[in-house]
């Protein structure tokens, strides 16, 4: 992957794994986030289970052509499906945690949009996330799109923007999102995760955004809590959404 030809065009990095729903958030990201100038990249780790050392070591070249299969699997079902040549579509594959991978700078610089998919890849959706969603949750510096489930179709959906009260959402964003509302007829849920009871959205910030998605049906909600993944599980509260935009900080 060629950090220098992405960092001056919006790219889309899909967080793949070994379940179905990589599928799920590649069909979204075609759909929704792509035009022609826009690099892909599909991004697949793996890990060592902590075992013995020479067991891993073992592992560790299975674990790679799996990996290897699986994302060239993906890519020609991307590429057939939606008629796009190969070479614009790049496969990363990479030994290490999920999170680790997406804060090294030589791999994420130029990611504008990180694209995932919870469909079975999680045990509860986006509802009670493991660690390692969380900490992506948490500390993603790019605006990340969560599919808990599908979104296909031109059916309404429930969508979920967690938005950054001291930050206005980046115009390319913006656009996103009301392209997506718009196909979708869809009105957009704006959540802002406080780190404090005490801390208010002012009236100004609410007139901001109503703005921003001028045209959209939105409505501004609040909850307070320490982490932005903590605050989101509980603003949910066993409900679903199709779609989870989150901005980075």
Avoid at 5 to 12: A, C, E, G, H, Y
Avoid at 44 to 60: A, C, V
Avoid at 215 to 229: E, F, R, V, W, Y
Wanted: charged share 20%; hydrophobic share 35%; net charge positive.
């Amino acid at each position: 992957m060629s950090v220098r030809t992405m960092n001056s065009q919006p790219s889309i990095l899909i967080l793949a794994d070994f379940s179905d729903g990589s599928w799920h958030a590649t069909s979204f990201a075609m759909q929704f986030l792509y035009t022609e100038k826009s690099p892909v990249t599909i991004l697949q780790t793996y890990q060592n289970p902590g075992w013995g050392h020479l067991m891993m070591r073992k592992l560790s070249h299975h674990l790679r052509k799996i990996t290897k299969n699986e994302l060239r699997a993906l890519k020609n079902r991307l590429t057939k499906h939606f008629n796009i040549e190969k070479q614009k579509v790049n496969t990363l594959s990479v030994e290490g945690e999920l999170n680790s991978v997406l804060n090294f700078k030589p791999i994420i610089n130029g990611q504008h949009n990180l694209v995932l998919s919870t469909h079975n890849s999680f045990e509860d959706s986006c509802k009670r996330q493991n660690g390692c969603l969380e900490k992506i949750i948490d500390t993603a510096k790019h605006p990340l799109f969560i599919i808990p489930e599908r979104f296909e179709g031109d059916a309404t959906k429930k969508i979920l923007f967690v938005a950054n009260p001291d930050k206005e959402p980046s115009v390319q964003l913006r656009n996103q999102l009301i392209e997506i509302c718009k196909k979708t007829q869809s009105n957009l849920e704006i959540l802002f995760v406080l780190k404090t009871p005490n801390q208010h959205i002012s009236e100004n910030v609410k007139s901001n955004f109503n703005n921003y998605f001028e045209g959209i049906d939105i409505t501004l909600n609040t909850i307070s809590n320490k982490t932005k993944c903590k605050g989101i599980n509980n603003y949910l509260n066993q409900t679903n959404r199709d779609l989870i935009v989150i901005e980075n900080d």
